[in-house]
């Protein structure tokens, strides 16, 4: 391996004392513009790297954030990290990720790793069967500021966001309801988590605001995934009186159910309307397109990052917001469109 | 901020040598088990944890690999850094992931800030118009090994993991050809990209093969996006005589041809064939069904961090092994069989 370039090395080559050259490196006001950018450029010319591990033995800072995701390979995830990337970057912080893959088990072992690699800030969205919080205590005591977003538990000593999960539960429903939808089916993730169980409020709030029964065995607690859609089918085809009406809570989910329904023989939306959540842009090509809830997903992730770095940076406190929520919006499109003025 | 735990307040809590609490620590074969777990489990107790940075100054590593990528949003990327994670994570190392957004500028600012975080090894994947690799010698100097996936680069001291992109764009353009196709139109990105330069020579192969004389206007550069489709139909529609089959470049941007096909009163296949490139999951809910070819992505990004780590462990020579290539396929589904036997 090839030496390592120091401070030493380019004040020999400037011939000016080693003082200059770190002065000038770290931007001291004594040393001038032109001998900051000439000590600046030969640093460069010769391979001259800071030393972040004295620097950060000093600062106590290893400007590293990192990210613990439920999975990498999710439409909705990848956005939200795109908008972590893109801030953390803009203020000179790594990111490091890792996924839990939706265990409890390794999402503890993954904070364990985070600890250890001394991250200045940790920024989380809960796996599906999380059950407490304590393998974020370390970061707490050694005050690490810790950030939930989007699978949240509530904590008195971080910050959450989120978007408001009932609301948009309650927006979806209630616009199956006004397109003549009586018996709605809620497919939807595990409700240990504040996503699945606030949708399901939200259903469950515009049920009643409309005098429709809550009924149990129309709500289907499934892994969300690529083959849920072909159960759901199964469930409804076994069903007395099939429902006409489906909120699915992502829109991954949604597409697939819609799949097997058209397989079945289903027309959506005249037999079954069909919403989905996130507006993932397979809402825009599926036919009929896919009514949704847009999720800012991008934003999101910036807003995590910078305030992450407030904190740190002193300039917020993480108990003055403990909570922040970002707006949604319903979308609607031929999916859910029973009712339209063609 | 509370004051770090050291071998020495282990040592004093234990009433033992803090050399034994090192020893242990560090799994040294002269102290026996009982002492070792009795040791661990009060450091684990107390919140120790070990110092990475001395520890780090002492190895010279990091155990952490940087990963360029163009955009995290994509499902492609997403499931190629799922499998990097999952076989780093395993093997003890963080990944520090940043996109260059397409931008050869913004890969040069994220190549230096790796080279500065100190990674152990990079993995790229170039951007859209990068035009060579020199912002990746600094890493070469200090042999830090580079390994490229994907969007690749000949460089004699770096592997490349790649699938044979000539071979998948020929089996997809014979496949069409085999289905009745005779004016196939190719939509693709940047050619000083291998992916899309080595899929429009395999495109040319299977026509030459066929007989079909090759037209320049048949092939459509663009940058893969959302309202690409709208702009290929566009363009079909001018054209005195329109193709009969459309291949794509990903398939993302396919789906997005055939929804713009459909709405312009095209059918597909019958009017014209249509197929994408990657196996997104998209590919299987669009309707007709996507024909495309399956990317092994998970695998690539676990076969990258191996082959990386590998390297770092001088289990192999990266000048042993330049090229890795993975296995690809064909799958055939409804949005090009227009000879089925039904």
């Known amino acids: 391996m090839e030496k390592e370039i120091t401070i030493y090395d380019i004040a020999k080559q400037l011939n000016i004392s080693p003082a200059t050259v770190s002065r000038a490196l770290n931007d001291h006001p004594a040393i001038n513009n032109a001998t900051k950018s000439l000590i600046a450029s030969t640093a460069r010319e010769m391979g001259y790297r800071i030393n972040p591990f004295a620097s950060s033995l000093r600062k106590k800072r290893t400007n590293t954030l990192g990210v613990i995701v439920p999975r990498l390979n999710s439409y909705f995830m990848s956005t939200v990290l795109a908008g972590m990337e893109k801030e953390a970057n803009e203020a000179s912080y790594n990111l490091i990720i890792s996924q839990s893959m939706e265990s409890f088990k390794k999402e503890i072992t993954n904070a364990r790793t985070m600890f250890d690699s001394r991250v200045d800030g940790l920024l989380v969205s809960l796996a599906f069967d999380t059950e407490d919080l304590e393998h974020f205590e370390p970061f707490l005591k050694r005050n690490i500021p810790l950030l939930f977003f989007d699978r949240v538990m509530s904590h008195n000593q971080s910050t959450s966001i989120i978007i408001d999960n009932v609301r948009a539960g309650y927006e979806v429903t209630n616009h199956l309801i006004s397109q003549g939808s009586q018996r709605i089916m809620h497919v939807t993730g595990s409700l240990k988590r504040n996503v699945y169980a606030d949708r399901l409020k939200g259903y469950q709030l515009a049920l009643t605001e409309a005098g429709i029964a809550y009924d149990d065995s129309l709500v289907k607690v499934t892994d969300l995934g690529m083959d849920t859609g072909q159960w759901v089918v199964q469930q409804i085809q076994e069903m007395l009186l099939p429902p006409d009406g489906l909120f699915v809570a992502n829109d991954f989910c949604a597409v697939s159910c819609m799949s097997a329904l058209k397989r079945a023989g289903y027309s959506v939306p005249q037999d079954v309307a069909v919403a989905g959540f996130n507006n993932d842009p397979l809402s825009q090509v ?43 919006e319903l979308i609607v499109r031929e999916s859910s469109l029973r009712l339209s003025s063609k």
Chains 1, 2 share one sequence.
Do not use: D, F, Q, W
């Open 286 to 328: 599926v036919e009929p397109n896919l009514t949704t809830i847009h999720y800012p997903g991008y934003e999101m992730g910036e807003i995590a990052v910078k305030s992450l770095i407030s904190h740190l940076n002193g300039v917020s406190a993480s108990h003055a917001t403990n909570t922040i929520i970002l707006r949604s």
